[in-house]
């Protein structure tokens, strides 16, 4: 060894320098392999990179691949993260608990800088995640003690709030399960609506998400900082949902607050107002709507003053507005006005193949409301609720689900379950997943009327190969999915193609 050795600018010797970089790039190497997945921000808080093992955390996340993540703020992709903090601080967190859409995991989060010691980015590692069985109970536990007091804090900003039914929005787009081409597409259009101020159509059968989708346009649009009013015009008497709307002036009528009180549009003043069920609304009040979403102005019942109010509206219905207007039970020039970004939101059997997803995210918060374990669905159960035509959506698909967790004793459902559980509700009509058996099935497979003849090799592969084909029939061509209901990795899926 020289008795004396140059110094870099950091001010350690050359050689210790030297070490000190292989040792970044080793341990970075063992945290790329070893941990469940990786991924870095830039400066600016965008996702610039993840690994193959943080790849198949998308779809729960709601990402149908990793060019729709990828570039996108990692505080708008990823719920509940902290990387934006490790920017402003420039320190790191190493042990932290991280829930969100996609599971709860054991977290760390590295500040990265330049030379002159700079923070240029942050480097975040799953370190394990809750399919790691020595972790489930105290994950398990964690999840219901972060949601508990979620639901609390939820509940006090409330309270603190004056007037009912005003709220902050409590979904985002991640929160729209879905990785399906229906679902990319209306995400990909609802972002671009929320930054509109135009109102908003939502479209679609009950039980789809239309109310959860109206939160996460809030959430996305600039006015996600002002209040989110709902108001379900279907559960208000007619009688009422002036007031209601509107407001009501000081000494109005007889019984009437002294103070006044304020409608919907004024508590929305500069953040949304959700109109549910529009179609329900009386034609008297129609009118009354229209002036005030062309003036941006109400009059309150019982006053001649008109108060000027700044709320986006958006509203959403489960019937045929179009005929509604040609039947004249809605006013055909509130629909152009309503109608301006219209999105459909596509029933749950035009994106059966969200399913396994949507299996995986209500199981586990129903297992976490009634503190029982996370449920397991057998590749046949799977199928069979795949299969369904699921008339009442994603409301009636979480019912059957909740019924399944509370019979269960084993905390794993089969198809016989499932199939139990279908009938007796009397909410779906049961639609079974072809099950041919014997001879006619390897004939299929094989091709051939001596299929038994054949090589036992060439009769593996070839029902093997009938197997993934069926399986990506009934998820609708989503491989993520149909690995998942074969029991196999995306790799061996990929080789079992036919």
Same mark, same amino acid.
């Given at each position: ?351 059966? $193949?969200?399913?396994?997803?949507? =299996? @995986?995210? #209500? /199981?586990?918060?129903? %297992? +976490? ?87 036992? $090799?060439?009769?593996?592969?070839? =029902? @093997?190969? #009938? /197997?993934?084909?069926? %399986? +990506? ?26």
């Amino acid at each position: 060894m020289p008795s004396s050795v140059d110094s870099d600018l950091t001010g350690l010797p050359k050689d210790a320098q030297s070490i000190l970089n292989l040792a970044a790039k080793s341990l970075f190497d063992v945290f790329a392999h070893a941990s469940e997945g990786m991924l870095l921000v830039d400066r600016s808080g965008c996702v610039v990179w993840i690994n193959d093992q943080y790849r198949r955390y998308l779809p729960a996340l709601g990402f149908a691949s990793e060019q729709d993540f990828v570039g996108q703020p990692v505080a708008e992709v990823i719920q509940n993260t902290q990387m934006q903090r490790v920017l402003e601080t420039g320190k790191p967190i190493l042990i932290d608990l991280l829930t969100n859409k996609a599971g709860t995991f054991v977290v760390s989060r590295f500040p990265l800088r330049d030379d002159a010691g700079q923070v240029i980015g942050a480097l975040g590692v799953v370190l394990f995640d809750q399919a790691q069985s020595n972790l489930q109970p105290f994950l398990a536990k964690f999840s219901l003690m972060q949601r508990e007091l979620d639901e609390a804090r939820d509940a006090l900003a409330v309270q603190r709030r004056t007037g009912l039914g005003l709220r902050q929005a409590r979904h985002s787009f991640a929160s729209f399960i879905g990785a399906s081409a229906p679902v990319v597409a209306l995400k990909r259009q609802a972002r671009r609506a929320a930054q509109s101020s135009s109102p908003v159509l939502l479209l679609g059968e009950t039980g789809t998400g239309k109310e959860l989708l109206a939160h996460a346009i809030h959430a996305a649009s600039p006015r996600a900082k002002g209040p989110l009013v709902s108001v379900n015009i279907a559960a208000v008497p007619e009688t009422l949902l002036e007031a209601e709307f509107f407001g009501v002036a000081p000494g109005a009528y007889t019984g009437a607050d002294r103070k006044g009180r304020d409608g919907k549009f004024r508590l929305a003043d500069g953040g949304t107002l959700f109109l549910d069920e529009i179609g329900d609304m009386p034609l008297g009040l129609q009118a009354k709507l229209l002036r005030a979403l062309q003036e941006g102005e109400i009059e309150p019942l019982g006053s001649n003053r008109l108060v000027p109010f700044d709320a986006r509206v958006i509203a959403a219905t489960s019937r045929d507005l179009p005929k509604l207007v040609q039947a004249g039970q809605f006013r055909e020039d509130l629909f152009y006005r309503l109608n301006v970004l219209p999105l459909r939101v596509p029933p749950l059997r035009e994106r059966a $193949s969200d399913i396994p997803a949507l =299996l @995986e995210v #209500l /199981a586990e918060d129903l %297992a +976490l409301r009634n503190e029982l374990p996370h449920p397991e669905f057998s590749a046949q159960a799977v199928a069979l609720l795949s299969a369904q035509h699921w008339r009442g959506n994603v409301r009636e698909l979480r019912n059957v689900i909740e019924q399944l967790l509370l019979r269960s004793e084993t905390g794993v459902m089969d198809a016989a379950e499932v199939e139990s559980v279908l009938r007796e509700s009397g909410l779906s009509q049961i639609f079974p997943v072809p099950a041919d058996v014997g001879q006619s099935v390897l004939q299929e497979a094989v091709g051939d009327a001596d299929a038994w003849l054949q090589p036992l $090799s060439q009769q593996v592969q070839a =029902l @093997e190969r #009938l /197997a993934v084909a069926r %399986a +990506l029939a009934l998820t609708r061509g989503n491989k993520v999915a149909a690995a998942k209901m074969l029991g196999l990795s995306r790799a061996k899926l990929y080789q079992r193609l036919p």
